[in-house]
Nanobody, 121 residues
Framework: QVQLVESGGGLVQPGGSLRLSCAASGSIFSIHAMGWYRQAPGKQRELVAVIASGGVTNYGASLKGRFTISTRDNAKNTAYLQMNSLKPEDTAVYYC??????????????WGQGTQVTVSS
């Protein structure tokens, strides 16, 4: 199985920054992409950002420029989400996800438990 450990959430004032981390571990043969989604109260889960194994990135609408996704250079099993110029509407639970093939050659999407980000003064 694949385990994801997220960290870095918390309370921040509008205009502030946070950096989320997500580390994937377990019986992983290959990681194809890692990403972040978020879900605010009463809203559907939405794409924040995703990065493929080759480095290609994709962002949710209006987030590119404020948010940046990256992976650790020497270990592609760790993804970071740098969030700048945070707004109250960025408040949500942020979920890490990974598209991976396991050691048993099963490919699937795996999700973390989520980390709360609250933007408030």
């Amino acid at each position: 199985q694949v385990q994801l450990v997220e960290s870095g959430g918390g309370l921040v004032q509008p205009g502030g920054s946070l950096r989320l981390s997500c580390a994937a571990s377990g019986s992983i043969f290959s990681i194809h992409a890692m990403g972040w989604y978020r879900q605010a109260p009463g809203k559907q889960r939405e794409l924040v950002a995703v990065i493929a194994s080759g480095g290609v990135t994709n962002y949710g609408a209006s987030l590119k420029g404020r948010f940046t996704i990256s992976t650790r250079d020497n270990a592609k099993n760790t993804a970071y989400l740098q969030m700048n110029s945070l707004k109250p509407e960025d408040t949500a639970v942020y979920y890490c996800t990974v598209d991976a093939t396991t050691a048993s050659y099963t490919r699937g999407a795996y999700w973390g438990q989520g980390t709360q980000v609250t933007v408030s003064s």
